[in-house]
């Protein structure tokens, strides 16, 4: 079973300034995983698939990076509404697995 | 629009069934992979179960194994999770998402969720 491992638990930032996310699994899987923003009573949105190919719609400051078993999200300047917990997912070998997230909150 | 609904939540005792519906529309629901998501209260994403286009592979999550059943009726467009023997742990908002692709991958669209409550 490859576990996803995402850190920080929370980032404390202000609007504007750079957030870098990680997430490391616990063995190669190539480029296949995913990024989502979830808020609360919303549905999660896919953000990132295939670690670095932005999902239709998505604004150019959220870029995903890595191969292996070290990816990185980065939001390159945070907008009010990025305040958000982020999921990374790989693509399952027939099973999808999420990490516990990553929660950016204003400081 | 590409839109999925998702039906069929609610409170039960634990030990009993319940099954859920997705209802796809905007989209061909024949050529892709739905999933089904949760997320129990103050916790993160769980994924749960796959089904392919075609219904001809299904996976499930460990802690559902054996007591969840994914199905499709592609005719219908509607995607079912049927869900037994209850425990208070599958307590959750259950999701169904869109796979971007034919197999399992990524989730594109998701609908809005319903509520499951597993309670004596």
């Known amino acids: ?107 | 629009q590409v839109q999925l609904v998702e039906s069929g939540g609610g409170v039960v005792q634990p030990g009993r069934s319940l099954r859920l519906s997705c209802a796809a529309s905007g989209f061909t629901l024949s050529t892709y992979a739905i999933h089904w998501v949760r997320q129990a209260p103050g916790k993160g994403l769980e994924w749960v179960a796959v089904i392919w286009y075609d219904g001809s592979n299904k996976n499930y999550a460990d802690s559902v194994k054996g007591r969840f059943s994914i199905s499709r009726d592609n005719s219908r467009n509607i995607v079912n999770l049927q869900m037994s023997s209850l425990r208070d742990e599958d307590t959750a908002v259950y999701y169904c998402a869109k796979d971007m692709r034919f197999s399992s991958s990524f989730m594109d669209v998701w609908g809005q969720g319903t509520a499951v409550s597993v309670s004596s």
């Open chain 1, 1 to 107: 079973e490859i576990v996803l491992t995402q850190s920080p638990a929370t980032l404390s930032l202000s609007p504007g300034e750079r957030a870098t996310l990680s997430c490391r699994a616990s063995q190669s899987i190539s480029t296949s995983l995913a990024w989502y923003q979830k808020k609360p009573g919303q549905a999660p949105r896919l953000l990132i698939h295939d670690a670095s190919n932005r999902a239709t719609g998505i604004p150019a400051r959220f870029s995903g990076s890595g191969s292996g078993t070290d990816f990185t999200l980065t939001i390159s300047s945070l907008e009010p509404e990025d305040f958000a917990v982020y999921y990374c997912q790989q693509r399952p070998n027939w099973v999808g697995t999420f990490g516990q997230g990553t929660k950016v909150e204003i400081k």
